[in-house]
């Protein structure tokens, strides 16, 4: 081997969250880093190799045009390949029938059925799709109707954080019209989220 091939450098992973890549007209709109006019960041970009990864949708697991966050970002960089995400396999698994086919969702129906309870669902109701999605609460009321399931609770959690702080009473207005149409599901309670 040479000596080129067996010399060692340092490599350096930086990771800037919260940094975008623009270019063009109005390149510095939004862009607080572009807006500073540094020096040194266009210096390293000259002298020395980068590259410039996708952080939203497929490129790191998620539907197509879902912005991607923190957390999914560091998956996808230090597993070194895109890794589905929670928001991928849930939807997957309530349009493939895999949520249903479990056993422990079966053993939670026949007792549901068999005892005439109460199925109590909690969560965040909002498309935010970053630790949940709208659209998965109600596939699972849906899944729950369908199997039989008579007495469905909603403790809605609003979001505000993942979508505007003022958009919890939209979310709130749709799921309730989406349960009407379903003919199950009832919101019993509504809390903030922190």
């Known amino acids: 081997m040479s000596a080129d ?12 969250d919260g940094v975008g890549w623009r270019t063009g007209p109005g390149s510095e709109r939004g862009n607080a880093v572009a807006a500073a006019h540094p020096t040194f960041w266009p210096e390293l970009l000259e002298r020395y190799p980068h590259a ?6 497929n ?4 539907p197509e045009g879902q912005m991607g ?3 999914v970002g560091h998956l996808t ?4 390949r895109i890794i589905d995400q929670d928001l991928n396999r849930v939807t997957r698994a309530l349009a493939d029938g895999t949520l249903t086919a479990k056993p422990e969702w079966n053993a939670m129906v026949k007792h549901l059925r068999d005892t ?7 969560g965040l109701v909002s498309d935010g799709g970053v630790h949940s999605h709208i659209d998965h609460l109600e596939g699972i009321v849906a899944a729950a109707r369908d199997a039989g399931v008579a007495d469905i609770c909603i403790h809605a959690f609003m979001d505000g954080r ?6 919890g009473l939209g979310f709130l207005e749709r799921l309730q019209k989406n349960l009407a149409r379903l003919g199950a599901g ?9």
Not at 59 to 62: C, E, N, R, Y
């Open 52 to 57: 410039l990864l996708a952080c939203k949708g």
């Open 116 to 122: 005439g309870g109460r199925l109590h669902l909690l």
């Open 59 to 62: 490129a790191v697991g998620l």
């Open 5 to 16: 091939r067996t010399a060692r450098t340092p490599l350096v992973l930086c990771i800037l």
């Open 69 to 71: 966050n923190s957390e």
């Open 162 to 167: 993942d979508t505007d702080p003022e958009s």
């Open 186 to 194: 009832e919101i019993v309670s509504v809390s903030g989220r922190y």
């Open 77 to 80: 960089i230090g597993s070194g």
